[in-house]
């Protein structure tokens, strides 16, 4: 697993963890899947709710796979044991990245403008310059927008424990790409 790999999982499990308790508790994405949805209030209400469906799936892949005592908390130890594995998280992450970049495609054109890009990395955590150097690496186009596939394989691309200079490596503040 390379070091990128694991910076990049500390930073969401930090933004995923809502509360600042150290752990992720269902909650925790009940809270970010609303304030991201709330992020881009004129998004298609099919997408809100795949988002929202992802933000369950994904809570529920981590308490399925990793809460052995069954006490409803998901460590960072066990966290990055799951979303680093691709066997056992791919699906979930697939799922979760489409649905987010889906949110982002607000007339249906297939691509994401700058404006719901911001706003939804922002409604998740991320810090505004990270954000901004990511849309840039995704390439805008001369409207800037990107597509939609851009980013989900962005998102995808930022749970594998193998890939280093990614465009999402630039979320994590003080990395070079």
């Given amino acids: 697993m390379r070091a990128e790999a694991t910076q990049r999982v500390r930073l969401v499990f930090s933004l995923l963890d809502a509360d600042g308790n150290g752990v ?7 809270s970010m899947g609303e304030r991201v949805a709330a992020a881009v209030p004129g998004a298609d209400g099919e997408a809100m709710a795949r988002l ?21 908390r998901v460590s960072f130890e066990e966290y990055t044991a799951c979303v680093l594995s691709p066997e056992r998280f791919d699906a979930t992450v697939t799922e979760f990245a489409w649905a ?19 706003a939804l990395m922002a409604a998740i955590g991320f810090a505004e310059d990270n954000t901004v150097a990511l849309y840039e690496e995704f390439g805008p186009d001369a409207e800037d ?30 990395s070079a790409v």
């Fill in 52 to 72: 929202r469906t992802a933000f369950a799936r994904y809570w529920t892949t981590l308490v399925t796979e990793l809460d052995a005592d069954a006490d409803g």
């Fill in 145 to 174: 927008r990107v597509p939609v596939r851009v980013w989900a394989e962005g998102i995808r691309d930022y749970y594998a424990p193998d890939k280093a200079g990614i465009p999402g490596d630039r979320l994590v503040s003080g």
């Fill in 24 to 30: 992720l508790e269902a909650q925790d994405f009940t």
């Fill in 100 to 118: 987010l970049a889906e949110l982002g495609d607000q007339d249906g054109d297939g691509l994401v403008e700058r404006e719901p890009f911001t």
